[in-house]
């Protein structure tokens, strides 16, 4: 079956611009989490979404980041006035249920974020 | 706070050596343990799990047994291939600390024929 896809693939933009980033994660599962990866960071959580509940927005670096699910499935990031720091590969993560920490968590390609 | 460490690479090996990549962790709770595997090109899978203590995760050939009493999950496999070079990533989640992954630096993997 499908796995998780996000898009774009790459994006270039420049310093100051707003970013958006999609994430469709395996149809059927409820949890959703966005991730960042970078070389200075490494692997960071940044936000995770379950079901209907609030999401858990603990990992966001700023509050220039920002994401939202819609009906439970598609999920967009985004950043406001993009700063170089912001570089980096920006990674969505589903899990069928969620709220346990057994499950699997299934990674998309990646969005490769550069910021001029 | 959570944390998980793991050996710093590259670590280059020939082809059929002996890889062990250690992984050493801090939890507040009982911890699930991942290592995910990343591989030129592609994105992060997951390579093998263990979800309680003196549980063995095993696949492709790899292994790694959870020791709650060193807080350690190293990877081993014995004999590894060309196919193999990739970038491992150690990971747990808690559900104390809510359900997402920590993860540590990444060992770059490189094995030579």
């Known amino acids: 079956g499908a796995g998780v896809s996000q898009s774009p693939s790459n994006k270039v933009t420049e310093k100051g611009k707003d970013v958006e980033l999609r994430c469709d994660p395996i149809?059927?599962?409820?949890?959703l989490y966005w991730y960042r990866q970078s070389l200075g960071q490494g692997l960071e959580f940044l936000i995770y979404f379950q079901g209907n509940s609030a999401p858990d927005k603990s990992g966001l670096p700023s509050d220039r980041f920002s994401a939202e699910r819609t009906g439970g499935s598609v999920s967009t990031l985004t950043i406001q006035r993009t700063q170089q720091e912001d570089s980096a590969v920006y990674l969505c993560?589903?899990?069928?249920?969620?709220?346990?920490?057994?499950?699997?968590?299934?990674f998309g390609p990646g969005t490769r974020l550069l910021v001029l | 706070g959570n944390s998980v460490t793991q050996m710093e690479g590259p670590v280059t090996l020939s082809e059929e050596a002996f890889l062990t990549i250690n992984c050493t962790y801090t939890a507040t709770g009982y911890p699930s343990l991942f290592w995910y595997v990343q591989y030129p090109g592609e994105g992060l899978q997951l390579l093998l799990k263990a979800t309680k203590a003196d549980d063995k995760g095993s696949n492709k050939g790899f292994e790694a047994t959870y020791r709650k009493e060193t807080t350690s999950f190293h990877l081993e496999k014995g004999s590894v291939q060309v196919s193999d070079s990739a970038v491992y990533f150690c990971a747990l989640s808690d559900r104390q600390a809510g359900t997402a992954l920590i993860f540590g630096k990444g060992t770059t993997l490189s094995v030579s024929s």
């Open positions: 149809s059927g599962h409820t949890a």
């Open positions: 993560a589903s899990s069928l249920a969620g709220g346990t920490s057994v499950e699997t968590q299934y």
